[in-house]
């Protein structure tokens, strides 16, 4: 079943209250095998010197931290996160609207996506004798985040919850354009950057997403 939007009901909003996050109380194996194949992915990588897909993993998985801490910091100050994941569905939770699992897929996301473009990653599609048409990158972009959002669709209508959406005005919609499109758009674009940009770029993001980490944690904020 495919939920589209949030509904705004109380059961939605029990099941937010009733989220623990950073409990080991449904720990178990699968997180060290899920934390093994990510660590075989990029040190594969790695070794065939593949580092335009490791920038492209890192690019993402760097801007998914930053939105799931905006998500959990949206919680504390609003009541309510704009998604969230249930106490049910996952061995582990980390902030309020990631869980283990999730975020190691997303820290694979990056790469999957750019293996999917062509060899020339300055093609472009529904060109017209070289002019005009959509760069690959982009419509790679698009395509990925249209996948992304449909399946968060179907986890939403899970019996168990596997996300939660809370507000009538956050849904499908607004998942594809202002979170999965900008995430794409880092994995399928920053692998391309200028070696000076592109290093300042993954710096910048990781610091700030280790900062926030540190600050916000042990104040209880996330």
Not at 135 to 152: H, N, P, Q
Request: proline residues 3%; hydrophobic residues 55%; glycine residues 8%.
């Amino acid at each position: 079943m495919f939920i589209f939007w949030g509904d705004g009901s109380q059961e939605a909003m029990d099941l937010v209250d009733s989220i623990v996050v950073r409990s080991t109380q449904n720990f178990n194996w699968t997180f060290i095998f899920i934390l093994a194949v990510v660590f075989y992915v990029y040190w594969s990588e790695i070794h065939k010197k593949n580092y335009e897909a490791v920038f492209a993993g890192l690019a993402l998985y760097g801007v998914h931290w930053l939105y799931e801490i905006a998500n959990a910091v949206i919680g504390h100050i609003f009541g309510y996160p704009l998604w969230s994941v249930s106490n049910e569905s996952t061995t582990f939770i980390l902030l309020i609207g990631v869980c283990w699992e999730l975020s190691m897929m997303f820290s694979l996301a990056g790469i999957i996506s750019f293996k999917m473009l062509p060899q020339d990653r300055t093609k472009k599609y529904f060109s017209k004798n070289g002019k005009g048409g959509i760069s690959c990158k982009l419509a790679g972009a698009i395509g990925m985040a249209l996948l992304f959002a449909l399946v968060e669709s179907f986890l939403a209508g899970t019996s168990n919850h596997s996300f939660i959406w809370v507000y009538k005005w956050w849904g499908v919609l607004p998942v594809f354009i202002t979170t999965y499109i900008p995430f794409f758009l880092a994995a399928n674009y920053v692998p391309d950057m200028k070696p000076k940009k592109r290093k300042a770029f993954l710096i910048t993001e990781w610091v700030l997403v280790a900062v926030l980490l540190i600050v916000l944690i042990p104040l209880g904020i996330i």
